[in-house]
T-cell receptor
């Protein structure tokens, strides 16, 4: 069966510090991978999606970046966090269009 | 116009009520739609797929109306445990596998 791992679950980072969130998928090959962000009380905002290794589509211009160094690994990064980067970050994978989510990382930038 | 739009609610209903949510989409070429449920501070979880012929799973019925470009979710005999945010998802206009979620509709079922 397929599983998705996302870590850490919670993170508190100072403004201006770097960020690296990692997501890995098991039990499938060549999935579509996604990073979403959800601000408190708001909907899911698609940040990046990837249909293959090294193929990243960015949806929102901002100080975040994503990379897919391996087929089932998706990394979200920032060189310098802003207060506005606080939120609930969700990684997801899909095949046949149904998406399945990791448990999310709750990021607080202070 | 947003690619997928939902009424955020909240919908406050008594136990046992029937409640329906609609979600409109702008990409007429979209093929697949789904409903997700998200509990507070948790990740969204797949609730059910949406087919043109309608899809029923217990108290839940999902329907796709291609002519009017909307999908619906009907919940019968609401339970307290149905309280959550319900998200619909469709494809982005480029139809390259990008999944776009609506902002979600919040349901509160009261005793």
């Amino acid at each position: 069966s397929q599983t998705i791992h996302q870590w850490p679950a919670t993170l508190v980072q100072p403004v201006g510090s770097p960020l690296s969130l990692e997501c890995t998928v098991e039990g499938t090959s060549n999935p579509n991978l996604y990073w979403y962000r959800q601000a408190a009380g708001r909907g899911l905002q698609l940040l990046f999606y990837s249909v293959g290794i090294g193929q990243i589509s960015s949806e929102v211009p901002q100080n975040l970046s994503a990379s897919r160094p391996q087929d089932r690994q998706f990394i979200l990064s920032s060189k310098k966090l802003l207060l506005s980067d606080s939120g609930f970050y969700l990684c997801a994978w899909s095949k046949d269009r149904m998406a399945f989510f990791g448990q999310g990382t709750r990021l607080t930038v202070v | 116009r947003k690619e997928v739009e939902q009424d955020p609610g909240p919908f406050n209903v008594p136990e046992g009520a029937t409640v329906a949510f609609n979600c409109t989409y702008s990409n007429s070429a979209s093929q697949s739609f789904f409903w997700y449920r998200q509990d507070c501070r948790k990740e969204p979880k797949l609730l059910m797929s949406v087919y043109s012929s309608g899809n029923e799973d217990g108290r839940f019925t999902a329907q796709l109306n291609r002519a009017s470009q909307y999908i619906s979710l009907l919940i019968r005999d609401s339970k307290l445990s149905d309280s959550a945010t319900y998200l619909c998802v469709g494809h982005g206009s480029s139809n390259t596998g990008k999944l776009i979620f609506g902002q979600g509709t919040t349901l509160q079922v009261k005793p």
